[in-house]
């Protein structure tokens, strides 16, 4: 069955030099394989989209590597979301005619939040992804969290607030959040469900869980926690599930997927 409301599952490519890498909170990479090899094993088994995030791009001052985002848009059929290095209008249009999609920005919107509004204008806010990576820091006065936006693929924290800068964002013009947990990226602990809740009833576009998924029922948990869209990694590369074996336990939950 095929809905807009049907929830996407979406395995992740970290790209660093041209080999897909994973590791745990953003650190300690370990090559993983080569991005075209499985692209295409994750279209086969059944995957609604592929995001490819050039880790590298951003702090090394460059370009995302286009041959190797032209290699992907050539061999698969499904859509491809890319970020990485994206600081301006020009940097997106070279993405999307290399075969993405749509484009994910981070880093240089923080430090520029009108390039959430210029993307939006020139290519439809169905093109832009503001990508959020969130750290806990702290609680407010209530005693909920409270949890900071990181920049720079983890390696700067900044005085934002995540909820509130995926509202903001949301508002200028982005059609998605990517929301990364970086406390749980890699440690196969789950997604942060309350950081999940609080952005997806701050934001009024969808929201794609990120970071800490292993198991089926973490999944299940992210999509009540209110994702539209549930990304992971690691666990697809080393084969310890397969996208079709989550989509099952969707739909055994009573969830529409895309099967």
Not at 15 to 24: I, W
Request: with cysteine; glycine share 12%.
């Amino acid at each position: 069955m095929r809905s807009v409301g049907a929830l996407r599952i979406i395995p992740c490519l970290d790209v660093d030099g041209g080999r897909v890498v994973k590791g745990t909170r953003f650190v300690n990479l370990v090559d993983s394989g080569d991005p075209v090899e499985l692209s295409l094993r994750y279209e086969a088994e059944g995957a609604d989209e592929i995001t490819f995030l050039d880790i590298s791009a951003t702090i090394e001052s460059r370009r995302t590597a286009l041959d190797s985002i032209r290699r992907v848009r050539e061999a698969i059929g499904i859509p491809l979301a890319v970020g990485g290095g994206v600081r301006k209008i020009e940097d997106a249009a070279r993405l999307l005619e290399a075969g993405a999609d749509r484009v994910a920005v981070n880093s240089a919107a923080v430090a520029d939040p009108g390039l959430i509004d210029e993307l939006a204008s020139r290519f439809g806010v169905q093109c832009v992804i503001l990508a959020i990576d969130g750290r806990r820091k702290g609680a407010a006065a209530d005693g909920s969290p409270l949890w900071e936006v990181v920049v720079e693929a983890g390696r700067r924290a900044t005085s934002l607030d995540a909820v509130g800068w995926a509202r903001e964002g949301a508002k200028r013009g982005a059609g998605e959040i990517l929301l990364t947990s970086i406390d749980r990226d890699g440690t196969g602990q789950g997604y942060d469900l309350d950081l999940l809740r609080a952005v997806t009833a701050a934001s009024p576009v969808p929201v794609v869980a990120s970071g800490g998924a292993a198991r089926l029922e973490q999944f299940v948990d992210g999509a009540k926690a209110g994702a539209r869209a549930l990304l992971a990694a690691g666990v697809f590369h080393r084969g310890e599930l397969s996208i079709g074996k989550v989509k099952e336990r969707l739909a055994e939950a009573g969830m529409e997927v895309r099967l």
